[in-house]
């Protein structure tokens, strides 16, 4: 999400309290979690074997390796927020995502599976976030690729990350005609 001044300055003018404004930017990422599975579903309804096996550009993953990434990085994206809960700073495993696609599963296995995955986990995902109390955002990690992130930075990163893969999913139907 690009962060451009005129916006800066609305949301800014809404509220003095600058702790608002992140709670409400962090409802709003949560509720982009919570939407992400129908958003998904919809994407990838009515398509064939054959359109979910049409990578969405040269070099690039399958409608089918796509959802079964979505499946495999917000199982981690969970896991790694639970570890930032629970422990004291944590160094975050990162994982070699092209590999995760190439394995048979992902290439191979119907995606319904891994609509489920993301369906529950993402219930189970919100109901954590919306429980949590004000002081866990700030709580923190290290990525070995990103360094230095909070609770909050992951929350971002997994709401955008979820849009950025059912955008490219419509953007294939519509260059398709599907």
Not at 31 to 39: A, D, G, N, T, V
Not at 152 to 173: D, S
Request: proline share 3%.
């Amino acid at each position: 999400m690009k962060n451009h001044a005129n916006n800066n300055v609305a949301t800014k003018s809404k509220s003095d309290n600058p702790g608002n404004t992140a709670m409400t930017a962090r409802q709003d990422w949560i509720s982009r979690i919570r939407k992400l599975p129908e958003l998904l579903q919809d994407a990838v309804k009515g398509l064939d074997d054959q359109q979910l096996n049409t990578a969405y550009g040269d070099g690039k993953w399958t409608i089918l390796q796509l959802v079964h990434h979505l499946a495999d990085s917000h199982m981690n994206g969970f896991v790694r927020m639970k570890l930032v809960l629970t422990e004291d700073k944590p160094t975050l495993k990162t994982y070699e995502q092209d590999e995760w696609a190439r394995t048979r599963d992902a290439q191979h296995y119907p995606l319904l599976s891994s609509l489920h995955i993301i369906s529950g986990l993402h219930e189970r995902w919100c109901n954590l976030l919306e429980s949590l109390p004000e002081n866990a955002w700030a709580r923190k990690a290290i990525h070995s690729e990103w360094g230095e992130v909070t609770l909050e930075n992951l929350l971002k990163n997994y709401a955008e990350h979820g849009e950025l893969h059912v955008r490219r999913i419509m953007e294939l139907r519509e260059a398709k005609g599907w």
